[in-house]
């Protein structure tokens, strides 16, 4: 560690299950991001959440890129990516900086952004910003949280509780906890889950964001929540929201206002998983995305 900077070792990363892929790095403003590059084809940007990173793509991955080139990078602050050791130095504003960096580094359009969790206030901003790099939309369970009516789900109110009670965070036992079935939630998958984050400063990035839910009209990141939730009304490009039928954080009510609010989206359900879909039903998100892609391009 330097300067406030932690980078999770890389025999953390040794023998990950189901995760056989290279790790690719770039430099972004005196931080190393790293990232996930497989396959050829059009790109297909895949954001996470809070608290997991890039190995939660990993099935989705592999079935997508016969067809895609699947880039899965890391947040700063989780996965393999450089680590800020001071909660405060996480924003809004820092990860929506870097991803705009990200993008332009790699040099990346025509891209299908695929958004999950805090991927969605991220990714979706980028895309309604830059709609010229944007070739379509892929949203799961995820929202738009701006501190006014529509008010938190309780079981976002009881997730943003927890974590901010809970400095250490088992990182690896929230993505268990939030499955329908916990058994197939493996130790190994546990473990790889909480590999980048060995330390308590190592987990400062994932202990910021439950408090950068914004619960006021006022609070840093409300206003952007609430313009791009405006500019989605006049997204004209092709849009799929799939969501799944068990997240207590993000029920299908608010998937089904995502189509509500984007003149062109289509929706599409998800059974028998929680949260984090991708990792419980990853092969079955991917086939959506793919069947979607198709019926747009025959």
Not at 153 to 177: K, M, N
Not at 242 to 263: E, K, Q, T, W
Request: aromatic share 10%; charged share 25%; with cysteine.
């Amino acid at each position: 560690m330097a300067n406030g900077i932690y980078r999770t070792p890389d025999e953390r990363f040794v023998g990950l299950p189901d995760f056989p892929y290279v790790p690719r790095y770039v430099e972004l403003g005196g931080l190393r991001t790293h990232y996930l590059d497989e396959g050829a084809g059009e790109p297909i940007l895949l954001l996470h959440g809070e608290p997991t990173w890039s190995f939660l793509y990993r099935s989705m991955i592999a079935a997508l890129r016969p067809r895609f080139r699947c880039i899965a990078p890391d947040y700063i602050g989780f996965g393999r990516s450089d680590k800020l050791t001071e909660v405060a130095a996480y924003s809004f504003a820092f990860h929506y900086g870097w991803l705009e960096r990200f993008v332009d580094a790699l040099e990346l359009t025509d891209l299908t952004v695929v958004v999950q969790d805090w991927g969605g206030p991220l990714g979706l901003r980028y895309a309604t910003r830059h709609r010229e790099r944007v070739a379509r939309l892929v949203i799961l369970n995820t929202g738009l949280m701006s501190g006014e009516a529509p008010t938190l789900s309780p079981g976002l109110v009881r997730w943003r509780e927890y974590a901010l009670r809970t400095p250490d965070l088992p990182v690896g036992q929230v993505i268990r906890g939030s499955a329908v079935d916990r058994e197939r939630i493996s130790p190994t998958i546990v473990a790889a889950y909480d590999a980048p984050f060995p330390t308590m400063e190592a987990k400062a990035g994932a202990r910021a964001f439950p408090a950068l839910i914004p619960t006021t009209p006022d609070a840093p990141g409300a206003a952007e929540m609430r313009e791009t939730r405006e500019a989605l009304r006049s997204w004209s490009k092709p849009a799929l929201v799939c969501f799944s039928d068990s997240d207590p954080v993000f029920s299908p009510a608010v998937g089904r206002s995502f189509v509500d609010l984007i003149p062109t989206a289509r929706f599409s359900l998800i059974a028998g998983a929680g949260h984090f879909l991708q990792e419980e039903k990853g092969a079955d998100v991917a086939s959506c995305i793919l069947d979607f892609v198709r019926d747009r391009h025959p």
